[in-house]
Every structure is written in structure tokens, then in C-alpha cells.
């Protein structure tokens, strides 16, 4: 039905559209170990900005998330084969110490109109990256970060999960050439009051090998993005992740991002041990 790549990209596409564009690959960027996500030099010097623009990605640069909650809907669509599957479920985020933390679960999944009740959790620990599965009674855990370490496991280039909060201005037109758009008739439901940002990712970067344009709806109050809009270039896969109810620094209690107690097959992913001589 969906595959379990296709699943850990969307699950990290959905953070990233949440909180800010950045510029590594979501397929790729869970399943492997921090210190090698990186994200490839653009080719060629952004233009100028649009002062509209530069204003826009000013809010999202200042803007300061110790926790965050809303609830998701995430639907993938193939134009092809007009299959389309909406996942449906909250979002939880904690800036925690030594790293920060996320908590997904997806509580049912719509597909050719017959509704799935059966949970899915996608959580990070701070350490480990943790898929749990009711359908199949299963827990994966993925070691990111080595125990102690710290790393900003956000910042675009450098961490696995490209969920910027703050995320610097010259990050982004590094990456990409954004352009505000007018609203229009079409837009997805839930955007009356935001600023539509369409980002093309910059030749040669690895944003550009995964996605087309990447249309971001600002929210002018809450100066986060409330929808994203995208196309996989690998299956020609439309994507599409809105959030709700977002409630932001309202001391989020930590114990609300651990997985449940779960009696699942659990399959556990250390980190290769470093080389003898080299730092990990």
C-alpha cells in the first residue's frame, strides 16, 4: 500500500513543511547517520529577493518554538494512476536537551474511501528515530545521534531531520529562489489569512533531484506554515500536508512525546561503531 521508504520521507516532509523550508533530502535523511546528511552546494548565485519576500522569511528567521502541537493531514496523490491515500493524525515537538524531540502518530489512513483505524507512530527521541506499526505489531528504532552528543539535528545541511526552527534567511535562498504568489480561488482550504511562498529549489542541489516547487502558506499570525504543497520527481507523487489547531509554547509536557508502552517485535539499528583512530 505504501511503502516504508515512501512513509519515513513523507513522515519528515510533513515536519519540514510545519516548520520552515531547508534543504536536504526527506527520503534519504532518517535512515542514515547524522554526521553524513549534507545537502549539496547550489550551482548558481541566488538572484536579489523581493522585499516582500526578504519580510516574510525576516518573520520565519525570528520566530522562537520551545514546543509545538497541531493536528495533521497528510495526502499523497498519484495524478496517474488517481490514487490518493490522507493520513490523519497530531504532531508534537519539544526543544529538549541535549537534543530536540517530535512525537507523529498517525491515528487512520483514507484510501479509495475506506478508513483505516490503525495507529502509526513516528518519534525521535533525541537519540533514536522510532516507526512503531499497529497494523503490523512492529517498532523499528534507528540510532541518529550517539548517547551524550549533541547536534542540531535541524540545521539544514548538517542534521537529519530538516525541521528548521529560526531557520536563517541565507540558508534558504542558498537553496532556493522564492517568489510570493497571490492568493488564489484554488488554494487548499484553511489558507484565507496566509503569505504564499513558492520555493524552486536551485540547480544542483539535492532539494532540486527530489522536488519540484515547493508552495509554503505563511500563516501572518502564527508565522508558521500551515500548508505545504509539493511533487516528488522520482514518482511524480503530488504531496500535500496541512496542519490545525496549532498551539505554540504552552509548555508542552516532555512525557507526552514518549512512544507508548507497546508489546510489539521490536528491530533496534545502532550506529556503525566509529573507525579505531577517527573521532564518531
Known sequence: MYSRAGKMAGVVFVLWGLLGPAGIAAGEAASRPAATATASAPATRPAPLDPAVERILDRLEKRTVTDLEGEIVYIKRDPILEDEQKFQGVLLFLQDKPNPRFFIRFDRVVHEGITQEKKEWHVFDGEWYIEARERTETITRRQIVRPGEKLDVFQLGQGPFPLPFGQKKENIVKHFAVKLVPSRPDDPKGTKDTDHLECTPLPDTEMDR???????????????????????????????????????????????????????????IPLPEPERGKPP
Open 210 to 268: 527530489k522536488y519540484g516547487k515547493v508552495h509554503f502558506y505563511i500563516d501572518r499570525v502564527l508565522d508558521l506554515p500551515v500548508c505545504v504543497q509539493t511533487v516528488e520527481k522520482e514518482e511524480g507523487k503530488e504531496i500535500t500536508a496541512t496542519f490545525s489547531s496549532i498551539k505554540v509554547n504552552k509548555g508542552l509536557a516532555a512525557s507526552r512525546l514518549n512512544l507508548p508502552d507497546l508489546k510489539y517485535e521490536p528491530t533496534t
